[in-house]
């Protein structure tokens, strides 16, 4: 059984970071393309960074130079660096893993609440 377990939300002031973790577990973290999607409310989800096996990443333009998507495969973990936050980033912010077979999961979400 999958299970991916978020933590490191909560409230910050605009302009500031916070540090986001994605505890894996039940597949084979070296071999998935782990990534974090954020929700605003009454938006869709979207994508805000991936990072595949060999540390590929991709990032949502709207996030680059300001987020930092990484993974420790001896731990079993994706972290995602959030620097310069803004209010407009406020959501609930999922992790994700795609395994070999292209099937995805998804964690429970964490909340990042961003105040002007």
């Known amino acids: 059984q999958v299970q991916l377990v978020e933590s490191g939300g909560g409230l910050v002031q605009s302009g500031g970071s916070l540090r986001l973790s994605c505890a894996a577990s039940g597949l084979i973290f070296s071999r998935s393309v782990m990534g974090w999607y954020r929700q605003a409310p009454g938006k869709q989800r979207e994508l805000v960074a991936t990072i595949a096996p060999g540390d590929i990443t991709n990032y949502a333009d709207s996030v680059k130079g300001r987020f930092t998507i990484s993974r420790d495969n001896a731990k079993n973990t994706v972290y995602l660096q959030m620097n310069s936050l803004k209010p407009e980033e406020t959501a609930i912010y999922y992790c994700?893993?795609?395994?070999?077979?292209?099937?995805?999961?998804w964690g429970q979400g964490t909340q990042v609440t961003v105040s002007s």
């Open positions: 994700n893993a795609r395994n070999s077979l292209n099937r995805n999961y």
